[in-house]
Structures are given as C-alpha cells and as structure tokens.
C-alpha cells in the first residue's frame, strides 16, 4: 500500500464517519493542524497514535502500519497549484514573499525560519464584512552559519 492510498482511505473514512479535523486530533493528542498534516501525509505518528487513529477511523492495518513510516515531504502535485485556495497561498509569496524575507533578515540577520521546529494555528475571525482567515506560523529562527 502507497502513502497515497492510505491517504485516500483516511479521507474516506474521516467522510463515511463525519469526523472533523479537530474531533481526530484530540483523540491523537495533537494540534488539528499537525493532526491533519499527518493524515494528509506529512507527519509521522507514533505506534500509539496511529493505533488511535486506526480504531477511531476503522482503518485496516496496513494503513496504521503507513501513519507510522517517515514520509516524503511535500504534497503538491505541480509547481503551481492549481487549487484556488493553494494558488492565493502561492500568490501571497509571490506578492509578499520578499517583503517576508526582507522583514525577516532585518530584525533577526541572515537565515530562515524552520518549517521543522514549527507550530501553526488556524482560526476564524468573525468580521461583520465576512468573517476572516487567521493564521500564525511560528517557526524557530536559523541563522546561516560561515564557515
């Protein structure tokens, strides 16, 4: 069985099941969004929570035995999305992506914040207007080292 599959038998079940993101990541034990990058194929669960997964979702094991193997990161299947809701996030980078990093190596000097010492959160902002996306990334900062 391929990632990709297990994958596709999450999703399926999480639907069958009418599971939220966030009712599987408190069973996990995690944040929604690290839960559900997990199950998307991104992270790794340990023996336990792939368990927890496996019985809450009624996963056959090999799908189990998947959540526990070190996965190839990056999920996008062309270099520029396609997806409308993953295009703006390309769109954003390619508008602020300098402003970012100038911004960045202003305040804290030549390096890059970690995408593996990382946390992220998702809410919504209720606006009168519409209600609004928030989302904070909040990754360690690493400075490039001279050798």
Do not use: C
């Not at 999450?10 to 997990?38: F, N, P, R, Y």
């Not at 902002?125 to 990754?139: A, F, M, Q, S």
């Amino acid at each position: 069985m391929t990632r990709t599959e297990a994958t596709d038998l999450i999703l399926a079940a999480k639907h069958k099941k009418g599971l939220k993101w966030v009712d599987i990541a408190k069973k996990v034990g995690q944040s929604k969004e690290w839960t559900t990058a997990a199950l998307l194929g991104q992270m790794t669960l340990d023996k336990k929570q792939a368990a927890t997964v496996g019985k809450l979702l009624g996963l056959p094991p090999e799908v189990v035995e998947q959540l526990q193997m070190v996965p190839y990161k990056g999920s996008l299947p062309t270099a520029v999305p396609t997806d409308p809701l993953l295009y703006r996030f390309y769109e954003l980078i390619q508008v602020y992506g300098t402003t970012i990093k100038s911004l960045i190596n202003e305040e804290f000097g030549d390096g890059i914040m970690s995408a593996i010492d990382f946390s992220m959160d998702i809410s919504r902002v209720e606006d009168p207007k519409g209600d609004r996306v928030k989302i904070v990334l909040n990754g360690k900062f690493l400075p490039y080292k001279m050798y």
